[in-house]
């Protein structure tokens, strides 16, 4: 059964905590993407990786970091530096050379208490 | 001004209504169009998919692209309760050598009513 997975589905930080939250898929895909929704904007771009051992930034990318060791994987850390962290997350991926469609994850909600 | 404009709603429409949902952009270099449905606190799911211009239609949902307007719609035929969801547009341009990013509108929240 492929598909893309996302854990933990909500998440619950203190402030000054860094957190990671697991993006795993089991599709082949080459390209993963990390979005963050927030009411009335949209989703925003904030890392993507289109092979491993590779990233770059989206639109926003301050406060958060990522890596990409295997194809599979693609965890993304929340720092402490990220002043305004609380929002849905969703993380995506792509075939290399199958069109700009994007299969997303259900989604790991993140609050700052 | 946004890249991508979707009016957010919500929406309200009795069921087996046609459903008219659109969004308008302002980059004349995109030429993939998405739609995705999105069920609160889920993730989106790929509803539709075309190349620019054109018409393309699967089962009730119909998606139309019209480049010249820099304008695009989905047509969701005889609307059912379980078509209560955001509607998400999205789109990006050939050869971005960016990761293929996709913009995406802000979302429309349809609510199909009994």
């Known amino acids: 059964d492929g598909g893309i997975t996302q854990s933990p589905k909500y998440l619950f930080r203190k402030e000054g905590q860094n957190v990671t939250l697991s993006c795993e898929q089991n599709?082949?895909?080459?390209?993963m993407y990390w979005y963050r929704q927030d009411p009335g904007q949209g989703l925003r771009l904030i890392y993507y990786?289109?092979?491993?051992?590779?990233?770059q930034k989206g639109d926003i990318a301050e406060g958060y970091s990522v890596s990409r060791e295997k194809k599979e994987s693609f965890p993304l850390t929340v720092t402490s530096a990220q002043k305004n962290p609380t929002a849905f997350y969703l993380c995506?991926?792509?075939?290399?050379?199958?069109?700009?469609?994007?299969?997303f994850g259900p989604g790991t909600r993140l609050t700052v208490l | 001004q946004k890249e991508v404009e979707q009016d957010p709603g919500p929406l309200s429409v009795p069921e087996g209504a046609i459903v008219s949902l659109n969004c308008t952009y302002s980059n004349s270099a995109f030429q993939y169009f998405m739609w995705y449905r999105q069920y609160s606190r889920k993730g989106p799911e790929l509803l539709m998919y075309?190349?620019?211009?054109g018409n393309k239609e699967d089962g009730r949902f119909t998606a139309q692209v019209d480049k010249s307007s820099k304008y695009i719609s989905l047509f969701i035929r005889d609307s059912q309760p379980s078509d209560s969801a955001t509607y998400l547009c999205a789109m990006s341009a050939a050869f971005t050598g960016g990761g293929n990013k996709l913009t995406f509108g802000t979302g429309t929240q349809l609510k199909v009513e009994l």
């Open positions: 995506a991926s792509r075939i290399a050379g199958g069109g700009d469609t994007q299969y």
């Open positions: 075309t190349y620019s211009s």
């Open positions: 599709l082949n895909h080459d390209a």
């Open positions: 990786s289109q092979i491993v051992n590779d990233f």
